[in-house]
């Protein structure tokens, strides 16, 4: 156990529809960070939150948002989504901001959207 | 840009086989480079890490060395066993919105065989 939570583990959803993934960073961490893994782009970051404001953005759809709240846990909306968008959503946290703490990984949400 | 770029895999060795994963990057400035390894159904683990250039990271029986002058970070373990199967993520760090964040390469998969 990493000590990251992520949840649901699983999701399987309708294309069109909305989901929100949960993510605990690890105890006293406050940067989460937000991943795609997908097999044809391999790992792609989306978005950076510390201590509740966020930090930096990557390739995310606008169609995507994310929050982190005042307890730290951060949440990832998708919504209006398409077959593409099946992947694995994976959350980590680090103590600072910088990338030399390195990351601690939960073991992510499989999305598929049919 | 920043990028990383990973041997294609997979990549099949037999039990006590010497390893090595290729990794080449591009970067402006003076990232940090890391190797993080995922398991099946895991998420991802910080491996090794190097901060600086002719730093060696290692861990575990696996070595990295920062290499400037040809852009390089290999992953090399002098005798890999069974439990080593896995697929092994170069990654540098680099900024973003002034904020550092991780680009990860592609993934290797490595598998070994008794």
């Known amino acids: 156990d990493s000590g990251v939570t992520q949840t649901p583990k699983h999701l399987i959803t309708a294309t069109g529809q909305r989901v929100t993934l949960r993510c605990s960073p690890r105890s006293g961490d406050l940067s989460v960070y937000w991943y795609q893994q997908s097999l044809d782009q391999g790992l792609q970051f989306l978005i950076q939150?510390?201590?509740?404001?966020?930090?930096a953005k990557g390739n995310i759809l606008e169609r995507f948002s994310a929050q982190q709240f005042p307890d730290l846990h951060s949440e990832l909306n998708l919504s209006s989504l398409e077959l593409g968008d099946s992947a694995l959503y994976f959350c980590?946290?680090?103590?600072?901001?910088?990338?030399?703490?390195?990351?601690?990984f939960g073991s992510g949400t499989r999305l598929t959207v049919v | 840009g920043n990028s990383v770029t990973q041997m294609e895999g997979p990549v099949t060795l037999s039990e006590e086989a010497f390893l090595t994963i290729n990794c080449t990057y591009t970067?402006?400035?003076?990232?940090?480079l890391f190797w993080y390894v995922q398991y099946p159904g895991e998420g991802l683990q910080l491996l090794l890490k190097a901060t600086k250039a002719d730093d060696k990271g290692s861990n575990k029986g696996f070595e990295a060395t920062y290499r400037k002058e040809t852009t390089s970070f290999h992953l090399e373990k002098g005798s890999v066993q069974v439990s080593d199967s896995a697929v092994y993520f170069c990654?540098?760090?680099?900024?973003?919105?002034?904020?550092?964040?991780?680009?990860f390469g592609k993934g290797t998969m490595l598998l070994v065989s008794p």
């Open positions: 980590a946290s680090s103590v600072g901001q910088g990338t030399n703490y390195g990351y601690t």
């Open positions: 990654a540098l760090s680099h900024l973003l919105g002034g904020y550092s964040t991780l680009t």
């Open positions: 939150y510390y201590n509740g404001e966020e930090r």
């Open positions: 970067a402006t400035g003076y990232p940090s």
